[in-house]
């Protein structure tokens, strides 16, 4: 039988959105960013976010002319049947190839960091089971559960971070500038994906308590992550400097120089405990949200009993490159590149079209009457 999804409250909304989004401090994206502009990565965050603020200010502009519908209703009311069904169907594939390999990065970590032993496919294996497991339960749970870990998510996070200050240096920020202020402009504007996710949530409005919650909690979100992401990055850099150019998993390493004096050497286990709980609702949200993509393009009404099987496809994308080098250097540039380009593009397309067809005049004409 079809379960019946609750409303999301704000905090629920906004927890989810922040282990979401805010996950990426802990993957392969510091040093990227540090690859890009050396010293001045942390600045990349604060101006994606500006740009990323107009976007999803144009997204929820438009999503406000159509009331309890989703995303994908509203692209297809937009833009017709069947442009809407192709522009659908793209930000579905992106989606699927961005669950599936950032899924295969955090496998990558677990091993390289925690079970060097463990072949690779069981740990895969089991963490996608754990995360179908919770898609299926519905949404409601979903963001009860990351109500009931968001705090220890983030005090972990602080906690590893104000330790990791004991062997850092605040001389590594300096050149402030980096590579170059204009190198710096280029490259927050390049990646905008860090902010991409926040598009997906459009797709559960209809199952959050107000349009009011989700702009404040859109807002929240954004202002929050952008500030996690920045200094986040600035202690990585002040810890490790210019070796943060080669290390793929700064936050794992940056865990390993911390201790609780000379008695507890070695509490990276609890970072890693916590971690991996918000590991595990972010891949439960992905799985529940591209689900829900499908379903609606497909017109399966009940769609998550597809849960599993999306899984098990991305499990099988994941585990098409042999090495993680492959995956960071080679495959998530190339879906980091697809995903910021529909963050840019869609609120943009979707807002100029409201606008032509009159849409907002008749909003407008409705509200007066």
Same mark, same amino acid.
């Given at each position: 039988m079809k379960q019946q999804p609750g409303k999301l409250g704000i905090r629920e909304y906004v927890s989810i959105a922040i282990l979401m989004?805010?996950?990426?401090?802990?993957? *392969?994206? +510091?040093?990227?960013?540090?690859n890009q502009v050396q010293n001045a990565a942390w600045m990349i965050p604060i101006i994606a976010a500006g740009i990323s603020f107009i976007l999803l200010f144009l997204l929820i502009k438009t999503m406000s002319l159509f009331q309890d519908?989703?995303?994908?209703?509203?692209?297809?009311?937009?833009?017709?049947?069947?442009?809407?069904?192709f522009v659908c169907l793209l930000i579905l594939v992106i989606n699927s190839f961005s669950i599936? %390999? *950032?899924?295969?990065?955090?496998?990558?970590?677990?091993?390289?960091?925690?079970?060097?032993?463990? +072949?690779?496919?069981?740990i895969y294996a089991l963490l996608m089971a754990v995360s179908t497991y919770g898609a299926k339960k519905g949404i409601q749970h979903i963001g009860s559960v990351?109500?009931?870990?968001?705090?220890?998510?983030?005090?972990?996070?602080?906690?590893?971070?104000?330790?990791?200050?004991?062997?850092?240096?605040?001389?590594?920020?300096? +050149?402030?500038?980096?590579?170059g202020k204009l190198e710096i402009l280029k490259q927050g504007?390049?990646?905008?994906?860090?902010?991409?996710?926040?598009?997906?949530f459009a797709m559960i409005t209809p199952y959050i308590k107000s349009s009011k919650e989700f702009r404040k909690g859109i807002w929240i979100a954004l202002v929050y992550v952008c500030?996690?992401?920045?200094?986040a990055i600035m202690v990585y850099i002040c810890l490790l400097d210019t070796s943060l150019q080669g290390i793929g998993y700064p936050f794992h390493t940056a865990i390993r120089f911390i201790s609780l004096g000379t008695f507890i050497p070695n509490i990276e286990i609890v970072f890693f405990v916590i971690w991996l709980l918000a590991a595990f609702i972010r891949f439960t949200a992905f799985l529940y949200i591209n689900a829900l993509m499908f379903g609606h393009l %497909?017109?399966?009404? *009940?769609?998550? %009993?597809?849960i599993p099987s999306l899984a098990t496809l991305y499990l099988l994308i994941g585990s098409i490159p042999e090495s993680a080098i492959e995956v960071i250097?080679?495959?998530?540039?190339?879906?980091?590149?697809?995903?910021?380009?529909?963050?840019?593009?869609? +609120?943009?397309?979707?807002?100029?079209?409201?606008?032509?067809?009159?849409?907002?005049?008749?909003?407008?004409?409705?509200?007066?009457?």
């Open positions: 989004v805010g996950a990426k401090v802990s993957e *392969d994206t +510091p040093a990227k960013l540090y519908k989703n995303l994908f209703s509203v692209i297809q009311k937009l833009l017709g049947r069947y442009i809407g069904f599936s %390999f *950032d899924s295969r990065t955090y496998t990558n970590i677990i091993k390289t960091f925690y079970f060097p032993t463990t +072949p690779n496919v069981i990351a109500y009931l870990i968001i705090f220890y998510a983030v005090l972990s996070l602080y906690l590893a971070l104000f330790l990791s200050t004991q062997e850092s240096s605040i001389q590594s920020l300096l +050149p402030i500038w980096g590579s504007t390049l990646n905008l994906s860090l902010f991409s996710e926040l598009l997906l500030f996690q992401l920045s200094v %497909f017109k399966i009404k *009940d769609f998550e %009993f597809l250097l080679g495959i998530k540039p190339i879906i980091s590149y697809a995903s910021g380009s529909a963050f840019i593009t869609i +609120p943009i397309i979707l807002w100029l079209v409201a606008l032509v067809k009159g849409e907002f005049k008749h909003a407008k004409n409705s509200n007066s009457m």
